[in-house]
């Protein structure tokens, strides 16, 4: 199962950055939500995965006796979730905007800051 | 009430753009509430550094939570002396944005958003988890993503673009480099990552994520090949907002590099030549690109280019007397570059325009 995620989590990441790098803006804010989600998988999978094994201490005892599962990332991952939400609704508004002012979606167009005035 | 000091400064700024919300449309009311709170926080920022010069470092665990397990804030002299400049910056501009800034553009939240941005670079500034730091630095980046667009003029949404793409991108690398931290050490708090990846056996996997960690932070306080959305986004908000952005934005950047390579990723030969070799590379390009430009702002935003590289190049040298530099050379950049910023704003106001070609007699 790790082997898979780690696969998936490349291709997040690949695909991500990829479609960062397109001309046009709007594959800009889907590049925004693939490499976010690619980021989210690999910190849960930075927890190590183990099935069943809830992080509960057993009553008769005062430490882990065996291996659980690492609620952490899953916290972790929840709070970045929610950032990258934030992040991405800002992204698609932002594009619509600068398609709307711009009249154009393509990056290679907006050059207007590079020039010297 | 005294133990809980180290919060106060974000407490303050939290509370006054809730306040701000409820005077959503009247402007007026807005601008007296924000120099209100601005007052406040500057008061709160001198009183903990004094506290913190006195006292020596003062922690918060927040909830009660012990330190490796909870989120804790650290106030040493360092973080104090910072907030204390983000208060007096912030201080600064407000005042600047109230009498200079168009009421058109003040009018969705504007300040509100402001108060959200200097909450965020107290936090960072403050905290001594590092996932708390991601958090921080998210709330910096999404105030400073509206702040940089409101107004909706065309330049400034393409400058909004190329900020948000690539300050997106440091953010997942950061996060990246954060969460694979975590699976080798278990841990998030700084004090005790510093102590547990001393004790690693993979030094290669920590190389990585000092990278991840350095690209991250680099592409946020623009350092040389990474700095390319500054020079393009900086000029085209108001200059009471390329104020405080190129007061402070780069430098919680700096702070963070600072943070993180003295405290987690240290002592590493090779990482501190390569630190070196950006600094200087960070110091050219910046002095070239401000010779070659005509456009006022454009200059001042390749001179904080430059004079990121000078504060790295005392990260790389890595000796006592150093980071001493470095520091003390953070403090003055810090205000210094708030400064020419604002007077930028005065000479566009004098000649309604920024090109130095037009700009004589003044």
Known sequence: ?117 | MMENLVIWPLAVHFFFSLILMFGWKNIKLQKNVTIIGNSVSLAVAIYLFINIYQNGTQTLAAGGWEAPFGIVFVSDLFAATLVLLTAISGFAVSIFTVVSVMNARLRFGFFSVYHFLLLGLNGAFLTGDIFNLYVWFEIIIISSFVLISIGGEKNQLEGAVKYFALNFMASMIFLTGLGLLYGLTGTLNMADLSVKIANLESRSLVDICAVLFFVGFGIKSAVFPLYFWLPASYHTPPSAVSAIFGGLLTKVGVYALIRVFTLIFIEDPFLQTFILAIAFFTIISGAFGALINNNLRKIFSYLIICHIGFIIGGLGVYTELALAGALFYLVHDIMVKTNIYLISGLIYRLKGNNNIKQLGNI
Do not use: C, W
């Open chain 1, 1 to 117: 199962m790790e082997v898979v995620l780690a696969i998936i989590t490349g291709i997040l990441y690949a695909a991500g950055i990829y479609m960062m790098m397109r001309r046009s803006i709007v594959k800009l804010s889907i590049g925004v939500i693939l490499f976010s989600n690619g980021v989210n998988l690999l910190i849960f999978l930075s927890g190590r995965l183990k099935k069943g094994k809830p992080p509960l201490i057993p009553g008769s005892s005062d430490v882990f006796i065996e291996a659980y599962t690492d609620p952490i990332p899953q916290a972790l991952i929840l709070t970045a979730i929610v950032i990258s939400f934030g992040l991405q609704a800002f992204a698609i508004v932002l594009v619509k905007r600068a398609y709307k002012v711009l009249h154009t979606d393509d990056l290679d167009q907006l050059n207007t800051t590079d020039e010297d005035s």
